[in-house]
């Protein structure tokens, strides 16, 4: 069955460290990747997604995402983090073809930035 | 901007109650998600529908039913409430078409089942 793992449930940086968050998916075939954000009280929202094309992707805030088909990995980074980047943080995979509408989840890392 | 809300932020109800979750999506679209977020799980699929009077089960469908009358409104159905039912209740759409199935998310609905 295909899956998803994120590596850290939890991650605590100060701020202006540098943010890696893994992803890893298992499936071998033609893949959309996204990385999704849900600030505290906040509903879930993108923060960048991969669907073809430059295997590292720009999303909103500064973060950025790097494809790499060789390791199923599809990372994301920030290079300076800042407190209002306090979120939980999820990585979902859509697997083509077949459920090209349904999206396979991590589950989930909450970043907590120390002001 | 596609809005996707759903009907109550906050819901306590006991066990066996029946209880509806509503979700209503304004941008026309055909598929259409109700998910649970655990602590630590992540998003786990319940249900969800292509189109309406359509449903396909998830991972979890188990002491919930769905239904779709409309195209913009999709419901969760908890038939008899149980204590482990306690979740956080996440809506989503994604229109039919789209070369890259981004959903678009409701607020969320955290229910508490005594």
């Known amino acids: 069955a295909q899956s998803v793992s994120q590596h850290n449930h939890h991650v605590i940086l100060s701020e202006a460290a540098s943010l890696e968050l893994g992803c890893n998916y298992s499936?071998?075939?033609?893949?959309?990747l996204f990385w999704y954000v849900q600030y505290p009280g906040q509903h879930l929202q993108l923060l960048l997604k991969y669907f073809s094309g430059d295997p590292l992707v720009k999303g909103i805030k500064g973060f950025e995402a790097e494809f790499i088909k060789s390791k199923f990995s599809f990372n994301l980074r920030k290079p300076s983090v800042q407190w209002s980047d306090t979120a939980e943080y999820f990585c979902?995979?859509?697997?083509?073809?077949?459920?090209?509408?349904?999206?396979?989840w991590g589950a989930g890392t909450k970043l907590i930035i120390k002001p | 901007d596609v809005k996707v809300t759903q009907s109550s932020r906050y819901l306590v109800k006991r066990t066996g109650e029946k209880v509806f979750l509503e979700c209503v999506q304004d941008?026309?679209?055909?598929?259409m998600f109700w998910y649970r977020q655990d602590p630590g799980l992540g998003l786990r699929l319940i249900y969800f529908?292509?189109?309406?009077?359509?449903?396909e089960k998830g991972d979890i469908p188990e002491g919930y039913s769905v239904s779709r009358e409309k195209k913009e409104r999709f419901s969760l159905i908890l038939e008899s409430a149980s204590t482990n039912q306690t979740s956080m209740y996440l809506c989503?759409?994604?229109?039919?078409?789209?070369?890259?199935?981004?959903?678009?998310f409701g607020p969320g609905t955290r229910l508490t089942v005594l």
């Open positions: 499936y071998g075939g033609t893949v959309n």
């Open positions: 979902a995979v859509n697997a083509l073809p077949g459920s090209n509408y349904q999206l396979i």
């Open positions: 941008m026309d679209h055909e598929n």
């Open positions: 529908s292509y189109d309406v009077k359509m449903k």
């Open positions: 989503a759409s994604t229109p039919e078409v789209s070369d890259y199935n981004e959903q678009f």
